[in-house]
């Protein structure tokens, strides 16, 4: 029994099932095959006019039945993928998985498309001026289906708890841009807690439209190197710019590792160790000292039971923003002192873009790749090193490597910092 | 607790004990009513600085966490408010209402490629820091900017199934040492457009004559959803934790529990969780029923087969989606708190009153609270 507990003496939690969707492709073959190789999933984008867009570009995922449609069917759609995937490979009963669910989401909000459409059908029967009366007086008994899927916040989690038959209800959270890590730490609190013995983890963000590019582009958030898309992100070097929205879902299936050895389920990986931390400083820029950032890495590490020398390999947060990059050097230097110089930290958005919600979840999969595949995927497009940041990021070519621990780091707007240690099967 | 009946405990205590009538105003969105906020003065909870950075859904929450923090007896400069885990059931801000209807208009007046004139007018129209107004985790965000708390923060988004998720997490988080100290709330907003338009789409909102939320499940133009406008914040905390720090003890949440499913399987689910919750030994229920027609009278129908006193909190205070459970829990704990039964209530024998959520949607849930040990 007691070999089943953590050095805290809680239940050791196994992966048993992961799944992924990015702009690279659909599945985790795919995706690493790509990953490793250093191509870029950035492109202009199609799906939508871009006139007076500052960004014309995205990694947004075109490839899936669907991916024309609403937000609505872009994030469900990449979550079921995601989920199907990570369900087949765990062996959980088809349909019903019975465990917990959650669920890291984009927030939603009923789209233009439908806005339009809302207005003229009030406009039709009530012959008012154009603006929210019309839209309402059509929208009692008229919404269409889009509308009504795009304004409720549970609809997508509620979908899934059906499809895959979840237990009990799901959660849907968001922490911005740690959301997929925070999913994946509240999935594995409810397995600690002993409520649940399994738990479906997923981040996913089918969420880029006109709209949303215009709203970060207000913010300054995104990179404008438009001329050549896939290598607009460029995490750690001097001429990065912003990030690259970009689309996709990443899956866990979680167990305690005693439930997935008495059920014969193969262990996949170990998810040794979560911390979290907010900041209170500003809404979109980090605390000049990084002490948020740095309890984060530091309560994730102090969590899995692991000191700084512990961790092979860093899958960094990476945004590619000026701001990003620096402070989260900064904190890592603050955690790992000179040992960070002999760690090896990469970007996946430097080949994906940032998936936003679904990052964390989504990168957790690649780290655990990692470790299972022995190869640490590069930072691409770093032609120009920042000489303010001293890493070894892994530049533009994969290497191969022996890894039994990553940490994971994910930071966001509003003060979100979470970080995951993941690790091999004990031996 | 803020809401149309005022802002702080003491405001709320008449609706605690059920001798609070609504407020109601018909004219702003006329047909439709809304319970609209109470005068609120931010500037005691909030800087003019930050206020300016929220709108009116983030600034009720976060005024709403700090009559929670200070109630609680910790203060701004107490370092337990870096320990404390915040859970904020969220959905999203209020979009520009004047930026989209100029844009419906001139779509209207006959422009003719509907994405190009979005992409021209939000570019042009859009004040640049609203998108931060508008993000759900953004809400938690200004609670840790303003109050300091940064223990850590997480938002659940889905309606009132956010809500009860937040107190049954916390709940279960504290229960096994996970966390001694949370910060548990939600806000929101019904005097928008787009709130009533999301409601019109998803439910139904009521119109005309104002009635209780048990009288509002016929369907017709009266039926549906009130909104009303507000926030609650609740502090809970590990038992020896509080006592510890002499903290004020409220009431005792002794179990939470929820589920979710088909429509078709409600009854199931509902005699599970009675069973679960064994609502049989509660001395009374606190309904938040939506007045959302069916699932309303679903629950109605539910509520009658108990045989226990009962009340419902929407009638007197509106519907706040996320707040809802959140909101009936504070009410709760304060009439215990002052030795009554909520809303007054008769009733025949000791036990928990039990605060039940149904959601207009979906989602159902039993939150059990006691009095606190004198």
Redesign the interface.
């Known amino acids: 029994m007691t070999k089943h507990l953590d050095h805290r003496g809680r239940p050791i939690i196994a992966i048993t099932g992961f799944g992924v969707v990015s702009s690279l492709g659909e599945g985790w073959q795919d995706n690493w095959r790509k990953l490793t190789s250093g191509v870029s999933g950035i492109h202009r984008i199609t799906r939508?006019?871009?006139?007076?867009?500052?960004t014309t570009m995205a990694g947004t995922v075109d490839f899936l039945a669907g991916a024309n449609g609403s937000s609505y069917e872009r994030t469900f759609g990449f979550a079921k993928s995601a989920a199907s995937e990570a369900l087949v490979m765990a062996g959980t009963p088809e349909g019903s998985f019975g465990g917990a669910l959650v669920v890291a989401?984009p927030?939603?909000?009923?789209e233009?498309a439908e806005?339009?459409e809302?207005?003229?059908l009030g406009?039709a029967s009530d012959s008012d001026?154009?603006?929210?009366?019309?839209?309402?007086s059509a929208?009692?008994g008229n919404?269409p289906l889009a509308?009504?899927r795009a304004?409720?916040?549970?609809e997508v989690?509620?979908n899934l708890?059906?499809e895959f038959g979840s237990r009990?209800?799901?959660?849907?959270?968001?922490?911005?841009c740690a959301s997929g890590a925070?999913a994946i730490q509240?999935a594995a609190?409810?397995l600690?807690?002993g409520?649940t013995d399994r738990a479906l983890a997923i981040g996913t963000d089918g969420s880029v439209t006109?709209?949303a590019l215009?709203?970060?582009?207000?913010?300054s958030a995104l990179s404008t190197q438009n001329d050549d898309p896939k290598t607009a992100s460029k995490p750690f070097s001097k001429d990065r710019d912003g990030f690259v929205m970009a689309e996709g879902a990443g899956a866990f299936v979680l167990e305690t590792l005693e439930a997935a050895k008495a059920r014969g389920a193969k262990v996949l990986g170990i998810l040794a160790g979560c911390g979290?931390?907010?900041?209170?400083?500003?809404?979109?820029r980090s605390k000049p000292d990084g002490s948020?950032a740095i309890a984060a890495v530091r309560r994730a590490l102090d969590d899995a039971g692991i000191t700084p020398g512990e961790v092979d390999y860093i899958n960094a947060h990476g945004t590619s923003t000026p701001e990003n990059d620096k402070m989260e050097y900064m904190s890592l230097t603050s955690v790992f002192g000179e040992r960070l110089g002999g760690t090896p930290i990469s970007s996946n958005k430097s080949m994906i873009g940032h998936t936003l919600t679904a990052a964390g979840a989504i990168e957790a999969v690649f780290s655990l790749l990692a470790i299972r595949e022995s190869t640490l995927p590069p930072t691409v497009n770093h032609q120009n090193p920042d000489p303010a940041i001293d890493l070894d990021v892994v530049p533009n070519e994969k290497r191969d490597a022996t890894v039994s621990r990553v940490l994971s780091n994910s930071f966001?707007?509003?003060?979100?910092n979470a970080c995951l240690v993941i690790a091999a099967e004990p031996e | 607790m803020v809401s149309s009946l005022g802002v702080g405990t003491d405001a709320h205590m008449p609706a605690a004990l059920g001798k609070a009538e609504p407020v109601i105003d018909a004219e702003t969105f006329a047909p439709f009513l809304v319970h609209p906020l109470s005068e609120v003065e931010w500037a005691t909870q909030i800087s003019k600085r930050d206020q300016r950075q929220m709108e009116q859904w983030q600034r009720t929450g976060t005024f709403a966490a700090g009559l929670a923090l200070e109630d609680a007896g910790i203060s701004t400069d107490d370092p337990l408010r870096s320990a404390i885990d915040m859970t904020v059931a969220a959905a999203g801000g209020e979009r520009d209402v004047e930026v989209d209807e100029h844009i419906l208009q001139t779509m209207a007046d006959g422009a003719n490629d509907a994405q190009t004139l979005v992409n021209e007018k939000l570019s042009t129209d859009l004040r640049p820091t609203l998108f931060l107004a508008q993000l759900s985790n953004l809400l938690a965000g200004n609670i840790s900017i303003v109050h300091k708390v940064t223990g850590s923060s997480r938002t659940f988004m889905g309606e009132e199934g956010a809500g009860l998720s937040a107190i049954q997490n916390s709940v279960a988080r504290i229960k096994t040492g996970q966390s001694d100290i949370a910060l548990v709330g939600a806000s929101y907003n019904g005097q928008h457009w787009d709130t009533i338009l999301t409601n019109e789409a998803l439910a139904k909102v009521a119109r005309g004559t104002f009635k209780p939320v048990f009288d509002r499940t016929d369907g017709g133009d009266e039926s549906g959803l009130v909104p009303g406008s507000g926030g609650a914040f609740l502090v809970l905390e590990e038992m020896e934790h509080a006592k510890a720090r002499d903290a004020k003890i409220y009431a005792i949440i002794t179990d939470a529990v929820s589920d979710q499913g088909l429509d078709e399987r409600f009854d199931k689910r509902m005699t599970a969780l009675a069973d679960y919750a064994n609502l049989e030994g509660a001395a009374c229920i606190i309904s938040t029923a939506s007045g959302a027609p069916a699932r309303t009278a679903a629950e109605k129908a539910f509520l009658d087969t108990l045989n226990k006193p009962y009340r419902e909190t929407t009638s007197t205070i509106g519907f706040m989606r996320e707040v809802q459970s959140i909101m009936a829990s504070a009410l709760t704990a304060l009439a215990m708190d002052a030795g009554q039964t909520p809303f007054g209530m008769e009733v025949d024998h000791d036990g928990p009153t039990a605060v039940l959520c149904v959601g207009h949607l979906s989602a159902e849930g039993v939150i059990l609270i006691e009095g606190a040990p004198r």
């Open positions: 939508f006019p871009t006139e007076h867009l500052r989401a927030p939603v909000e009923i233009w806005r339009f809302l207005d003229k406009r001026s154009a603006g929210y009366r019309a839209m309402v929208a009692h919404a509308a009504k304004a409720r916040f549970g989690a509620a708890q059906a009990g209800l799901p959660i849907t959270l968001s922490t911005a925070t509240t609190e409810m600690h807690r409520e006109a709209e215009i709203r970060f582009s207000l913010l979290e931390c907010a900041d209170d400083f500003h809404r979109t948020p966001g707007f509003g003060g979100q």
